[in-house]
């Protein structure tokens, strides 16, 4: 499955910024209504990703659309410049609790929900609000929305017949990495983990089509376009039990993508680390969600609901981090 070329581009990459427009101190923090830690968090890593938030403060959204009821981008522009230009220290996010069942219609109010899969929900409504005035896009045009040029990117999965040696490579466009972290103690361990080609034999053989039969193969997943923001999802929670894993993973505030893309032997690709989303408690049914985020001022901020408190790079470097956020 080769990447198309798009046929359209949606939004032009030239007008996206990485680097913040306006430098100011944090803005408000989130009052909770009832176990919406979740929200909150997620909320304040996406109003400080600062391609995302230039984007949504020029108010640019808003004034070409013409959605008819429930548009994500609108309310995440409404709710970003609200937060940035607060005069008091918090605010209720009642833009997004209106519109909570309409980002995932199996979200309910008032029950603790899981951060990483809001977070999913609130971005794939923003990307489906951005395309709403396009019909029948080729997947590759779909892939143009200032949403996906923000945070998507594509995954390679390479399988390689061990009887002929011939490749079969196919692309999966993600928005988010999810990482297992069972046997790593480090984000770049999980990443190497990653990349690791695994066997493919017996039961879980390859059909080749050259040999035209199933054949022992490997299969190995490496990044083949990088996202502009990269987030990363350390899986602590177990889907069956919904036990956590609660050890240390170190992970940096620079990283080298580098390693772990299709084309290894490249220039560096250097990310910084822009926000830390933190679970606390013993599993995924209980427990309290807050984070780290560095404003545009450079400075990192402890943001835990309505609070918001300066503190250290050093101190959001040693969480117990849930979902990482960093930017090129």
Not at 97 to 103: A, D, E, N, P, Q
Not at 158 to 164: A, G, K, L, M, Q
Request: aromatic residues 10%; contains cysteine; proline residues 5%.
């Amino acid at each position: 499955e080769e990447m198309a070329p798009p046929k359209r581009i949606l939004f032009p990459p030239e007008k996206i910024c990485m680097v913040w427009q306006q430098r100011q101190s944090a803005g408000a923090g989130l009052f909770n209504v009832g176990n919406t830690c979740f929200l909150n968090a997620v909320l304040q890593c996406l109003t400080y990703t600062p391609p995302l938030a230039n984007y949504l403060l020029s108010r640019e959204h808003s004034q070409a659309c013409h959605h008819q009821g429930f548009c994500m981008m609108c309310i995440m522009e409404a709710h970003v410049n609200k937060v940035l230009h607060s005069p008091v220290s918090a605010i209720l996010p009642l833009a997004v609790l209106k519109v909570f069942r309409c980002i995932g219609e199996h979200f309910q109010p008032g029950r603790e929900e899981d951060a990483h899969d809001f977070l999913c929900c609130t971005v794939n409504a923003m990307q489906r609000a951005c395309l709403s005035a396009s019909s029948d896009l080729d997947h590759s045009s779909q892939s143009t929305t200032i949403v996906y040029q923000i945070f998507g990117g594509f995954l390679r999965s390479r399988v390689t017949c061990f009887s002929c040696k011939a490749i079969s490579d196919s692309y999966e466009a993600f928005l988010d990495v999810p990482l297992d972290i069972k046997a790593a103690s480090s984000l770049t361990a999980a990443l190497e983990d990653f990349v690791t080609p695994e066997h493919l034999d017996g039961e879980n053989c390859f059909k080749c089509n050259k040999c035209k039969k199933n054949v022992a193969a490997s299969k190995r997943f490496t990044v083949h376009c990088a996202p502009k923001v990269l987030t990363v999802c350390l899986k602590r929670f177990d889907c069956f039990t919904g036990g956590k894993i609660s050890k240390v993973v170190e992970y940096p505030e620079y990283l080298d993508l580098r390693p772990y893309m299709s084309q290894a032997d490249g220039e560096p690709l250097h990310y910084s680390l822009y926000a830390v989303l933190v679970h606390s408690g013993v599993s995924c049914h209980r427990g309290h969600y807050f984070c780290y985020t560095k404003a545009s001022n450079g400075l990192w901020y402890q943001m835990d609901d309505e609070s918001v408190e300066l503190c250290c790079i050093d101190t959001a470097l040693r969480q117990q981090a849930y979902l990482l956020f960093y930017a090129r």
